[in-house]
């Protein structure tokens, strides 16, 4: 059950924090600059370590006898590494003829998990709502209980008994006729299981426990399903039922000793130890500087050192391959980290601006935002600068040439850009015509109009005409809302009024007097401005 606490801090104390977060920003920040420019001087000098390293690498074919001719030599080899010597576990018994043994323990613990939720309050305070949940876990180290938030789990945490983690090396370990230095043997790898010695003893010691323990375990099964509270657990071993540690009774189960009721139902307290070895011969490749009988780390002009070990066959490209690879992931592994920090120290140094503002957590917010976006914007510029500064200074020629290209590039385009004139716009022969959506427009009597086709001009020449048959009507100057059609006839005078929409077209009839056009005028009677009452009967 989820157990909750909530407490609320003032607007005072909140911007008083953020002004004490600007000296660690700045720490970040100088932190994070030293680390980007730190990377790419170490990735450089490895970079040039490696490549020195692969032109003066010779290769030692037989590792059976010493070769004074491979003396102080950076030398590639390959072979079988092996070990006489047997590790043997000081608290257990585990033992046997290994390259190394690893002792493993991990303890069943309550651990508590907390999850905050923080609210702006207006003016400026925040309250802080702090959840917390606990669950079984196998943890490497016993959990402090005392400090739990929940009552309940307070205390909670036993443990039957508490061992230490170890690894044992080989100390004599073979390589034809060369020995091996540390820094090879703890490159070797492979762990398989270590199976836990028992003795006749322990396994009817183990047999009662189990049986025990089944008892026990249908003892609180049936006590839980009845209501009834079971009893805390409480240490095996306290000092008092066992006198030395020695004699605190435990399971063992292939290359796991288990101190516990049962290995398939922990319960806290429990504590279990598991066992891995590394076999005593393997085949391994190397790349190192031959020093007499033994191999020491080949040193570069540049102070870099440098010695490798791989399981297996590997020929000496494959090696440098690799370690090149891994050169290049550590550069861009660091660069990353080192753009968040820089990111980070920015937004601690310019935080308070968005804290003043928590009287009002809407503009807050948009502060806040405001100044995630640019302290990002600025951290990574800063780092783009910082890198290109350190690869300046790392790989002058190099820069110096990037920089060239970069300032010819932009110079080019500003004098393309400039180089270039304007079209100028065709000047049209006659009057200028308004542009029309679809076609151009056509002035009639000198006016703009005819959105849809060229308009012409009563008694002038048009320019597109169709062919008319008889003089037309004039054109007064006014808007003519749609294309006439051809007059056959000499129509009556136009008055500047609007014209019909789709006039029909006149014979010689009454001259025109300024109003509008029916729209199937007669052919033989006069109009004298008025509409007539029925346009298809002209003679009413």
């Given at each position: 059950?989820?157990?909750?606490?909530?407490?609320?801090?003032?607007?005072?104390t909140?911007?008083?924090?953020?002004f004490?977060?600007?000296?660690?920003?700045?720490?970040?920040?100088?932190?994070?600059?030293?680390l980007?420019?730190?990377?790419?001087?170490?990735?450089?000098?490895?970079?040039?370590?490696?490549?020195?390293?692969?032109?003066?690498?010779?290769?030692?074919?037989?590792?059976?006898?010493?070769?004074?001719?491979f003396?102080?030599?950076?030398?590639?080899?390959?072979?079988?590494?092996?070990?006489?010597?047997?590790?043997?576990?000081?608290?257990?018994?585990?033992?046997?003829?290994?390259?190394?043994?690893k002792?493993?323990?991990?303890?069943?613990?309550?651990?508590?998990?907390?999850?905050?939720?923080?609210?702006?309050?207006m003016?400026?305070s925040?309250?802080?709502?702090?959840?917390?949940?606990?669950?079984?876990e196998?943890?490497?180290?016993?959990?402090?209980?005392?400090?739990?938030?929940?009552?309940?789990?307070?205390?909670?945490?036993?443990?039957?008994?508490?061992?230490?983690?170890?690894?044992?090396?080989?100390?004599?370990?073979?390589?034809?006729?060369?020995?091996?230095?540390?820094?090879?043997?703890?490159?070797?790898?492979?762990?398989?299981?270590?199976?836990?010695?028992?003795t006749?003893?322990?396994?009817?010691?183990?047999?009662?426990?189990?049986?025990?323990?089944?008892?026990?375990?249908?003892?609180?099964?049936?006590?839980?399903?009845?209501?009834?509270?079971?009893?805390?657990?409480?240490?095996?071993?306290?000092?008092?039922?066992?006198?030395?540690?020695?004699?605190?009774?435990?399971?063992?189960?292939?290359?796991?000793?288990?101190?516990?009721?049962?290995?398939?139902?922990?319960?806290?307290?429990d504590?279990k130890?598991?066992?891995?070895?590394?076999?005593?011969k393997?085949?391994?490749?190397?790349?190192?500087?031959?020093?007499?009988?033994?191999?020491?780390?080949?040193?570069?002009?540049?102070?870099?050192?440098?010695?490798?070990?791989?399981?297996?066959?590997?020929?000496?490209?494959?090696?440098?391959?690799?370690a090149?690879?891994?050169?290049?992931?550590?550069?861009?592994?660091?660069?990353?980290?080192?753009?968040?920090?820089?990111?980070?120290?920015?937004?601690?140094?310019?935080?308070?601006?968005?804290?003043?503002?928590?009287?009002?957590?809407?503009?807050?917010?948009?502060?806040?935002?405001?100044?995630?976006l640019?302290?990002?914007?600025?951290?990574?510029?800063?780092?783009?600068?910082?890198?290109?500064?350190?690869?300046?200074?790392?790989?002058?020629?190099?820069?110096?040439?990037?920089?060239?290209?970069?300032?010819?590039?932009?110079?080019?385009?500003?004098l393309?850009?400039?180089?270039?004139?304007?079209?100028?716009?065709?000047?049209?022969?006659?009057?200028?015509?308004?542009?029309?959506?679809?076609?151009?427009?056509?002035?009639?009597?000198?006016?703009?109009?005819?959105?849809?086709?060229?308009?012409?001009?009563?008694?002038?020449?048009?320019?597109?005409?169709?062919?008319?048959?008889?003089?037309?009507?004039?054109?007064?100057?006014?808007?003519?809302?749609?294309?006439?059609?051809?007059?056959?006839?000499?129509?009556?005078?136009?008055?500047?009024?609007?014209?019909?929409?789709?006039?029909?077209?006149?014979?010689?009839?009454?001259?025109?007097?300024?109003?509008?056009?029916?729209?199937?005028?007669?052919?033989?009677?006069?109009?004298?401005?008025?509409?007539?009452?029925?346009?298809?009967?002209?003679?009413?």
């Amino acid at each position: 059950m989820a157990y909750t606490e909530t407490r609320t801090v003032g607007y005072g104390t909140r911007v008083g924090n953020s002004f004490k977060q600007i000296g660690t920003g700045f720490l970040l920040f100088i932190a994070g600059t030293v680390l980007l420019w730190w990377n790419e001087g170490n990735y450089k000098k490895t970079a040039d370590m490696l490549e020195q390293a692969q032109e003066v690498t010779v290769e030692m074919n037989n590792i059976t006898k010493v070769s004074p001719e491979f003396e102080g030599q950076l030398v590639w080899a390959s072979g079988e590494a092996a070990t006489q010597d047997v590790l043997q576990d000081d608290q257990f018994p585990v033992s046997g003829n290994y390259m190394h043994l690893k002792r493993d323990v991990q303890y069943y613990q309550w651990v508590e998990h907390a999850k905050e939720e923080r609210k702006d309050k207006m003016g400026g305070s925040e309250e802080i709502v702090t959840t917390y949940t606990y669950t079984k876990e196998w943890v490497s180290s016993p959990v402090n209980s005392s400090t739990f938030h929940d009552p309940a789990y307070v205390g909670r945490n036993k443990v039957n008994i508490e061992v230490e983690s170890k690894t044992y090396d080989a100390s004599n370990v073979t390589f034809g006729a060369y020995t091996f230095p540390d820094f090879f043997i703890n490159s070797i790898g492979g762990y398989t299981p270590a199976p836990v010695e028992q003795t006749e003893a322990q396994k009817a010691e183990q047999e009662r426990m189990i049986a025990q323990g089944n008892a026990q375990a249908e003892a609180d099964s049936l006590a839980e399903a009845q209501g009834r509270t079971l009893p805390q657990q409480q240490n095996r071993y306290d000092g008092s039922r066992y006198t030395t540690q020695d004699e605190v009774p435990y399971l063992v189960s292939g290359n796991q000793i288990y101190y516990g009721r049962s290995m398939n139902s922990p319960q806290i307290g429990d504590v279990k130890i598991t066992f891995e070895k590394v076999d005593p011969k393997a085949v391994v490749s190397i790349l190192g500087k031959v020093n007499g009988n033994t191999f020491a780390k080949w040193k570069a002009k540049n102070g870099k050192t440098f010695s490798r070990l791989n399981m297996g066959k590997a020929t000496a490209d494959e090696m440098y391959n690799q370690a090149e690879s891994e050169n290049d992931m550590l550069k861009w592994g660091l660069r990353l980290l080192g753009v968040l920090i820089v990111i980070a120290g920015l937004k601690m140094i310019f935080g308070f601006l968005a804290m003043i503002l928590k009287v009002i957590p809407f503009l807050a917010s948009i502060m806040n935002f405001g100044v995630g976006l640019i302290c990002t914007i600025v951290g990574i510029a800063w780092s783009l600068i910082v890198i290109g500064v350190a690869w300046l200074f790392y790989r002058p020629l190099w820069g110096v040439i990037i920089l060239a290209i970069a300032g010819g590039l932009i110079a080019f385009f500003a004098l393309r850009g400039r180089g270039q004139k304007p079209v100028a716009e065709p000047v049209p022969a006659g009057p200028q015509q308004p542009q029309g959506p679809q076609a151009p427009q056509q002035q009639w009597g000198g006016q703009q109009q005819m959105p849809q086709q060229p308009q012409q001009q009563w008694g002038q020449q048009p320019q597109q005409p169709q062919a008319p048959q008889q003089q037309g009507t004039p054109w007064s100057g006014q808007q003519v809302t749609q294309q006439p059609q051809q007059p056959q006839q000499q129509g009556t005078p136009w008055s500047g009024q609007q014209a019909p929409q789709q006039p029909q077209q006149p014979q010689q009839g009454t001259p025109w007097s300024g109003q509008q056009v029916p729209q199937q005028p007669d052919q033989t009677t006069p109009w004298n401005g008025q509409a007539p009452q029925d346009p298809n009967n002209p003679q009413q």
